[in-house]
């Protein structure tokens, strides 16, 4: 770390990379937990539960889909807080 003290615009972009950084390791366990999600409906264990766990687990399917689909989505807002375009530039 240098002695000099960031400007503004500078820290806006170290905290944007630090987050989406975060972001994609956060992301890889999404994305196993909606594949487990998708799993348990094939099992015996899934015909047998109640209306009420259905419900729930559909709810918690919805939840990861919110999850995985949320921060791709967001990608151009926050190259674009840093000045950075988001789409190449040919």
């Known amino acids: 770390m240098s002695g000099a003290p960031e400007d503004e615009p500078q820290r806006l972009a170290r905290n944007i990379n630090d ?4 972001l994609r390791v956060a992301l890889a366990g999404v994305q196993i937990l909606f594949g487990f999600l998708l799993s348990i409906v094939f099992t015996d264990t899934y015909r047998r539960a109640t209306d009420v766990q259905h419900g729930a687990h559909l709810v918690a399917v919805a939840f990861a889909l919110i999850a995985v689909a ?4 967001c990608w151009p807002m926050w ?5 950075r375009p988001y789409w190449p530039v040919r």
């Open 19 to 22: 987050l989406l950084q975060e």
């Open 70 to 73: 949320q921060p791709s989505s």
């Open 79 to 83: 190259y674009s807080a840093i000045g």
